[in-house]
């Protein structure tokens, strides 16, 4: 009954977009800092956006790294139980498997750490290449 559900993940060109998705059951979102990660075969664990509570004190701040920064846009649409990572001019870089991560609101920001997430999704694959 607890989960979280990545979806939208595809194959693009580069320069293409996708707009991935987090679905929680089980528990609701809006009480969670959200953070999405990335994965690339042989490669370490890549904290990539994250977004926190606004029920933490925080009032939904959000972190990128340098990697997407603006080109990758995370937003939260609490009725739908939803987290959106929007991801625009994809490079063949960007390849991997797209995670998303919840943990309970701390009243902190976030900086793409993973310690304290509580719950993670299975993975959706993003590939970009021509």
């Known amino acids: 009954q607890v989960q979280l559900v990545e979806s939208g993940g595809g194959s693009v060109q580069p320069g293409g977009s996708l707009r991935l998705s987090c679905t929680a059951s089980?528990?609701?979102?809006?009480?969670?800092?959200i953070g999405w990660f990335r994965q690339a075969p042989g490669k370490e664990r890549e904290g990539i956006s994250c977004?926190?509570?606004?029920?933490?004190?925080?009032?939904?701040?959000?972190f990128y790294a340098a990697t997407v920064k603006g080109r990758f846009t995370i937003s939260r649409d609490n009725a739908n139980n939803t987290v959106y990572l929007q991801m625009n001019s994809l490079k063949p870089e960007d390849t991997a498997v797209y995670y998303c991560?919840?943990?309970?609101?701390?009243?902190?920001?976030?900086?793409?750490?993973?310690?304290?997430?509580?719950?993670w999704g299975k993975g959706t694959p993003v590939t970009v290449s021509s």
């Open positions: 089980g528990f609701s979102l809006d009480y969670y800092d």
């Open positions: 977004i926190t509570s606004s029920h933490g004190g925080t009032f939904g701040v959000t």
């Open positions: 991560a919840a943990r309970p609101a701390r009243g902190l920001g976030c900086s793409g750490e993973s310690s304290g997430m509580d719950y």
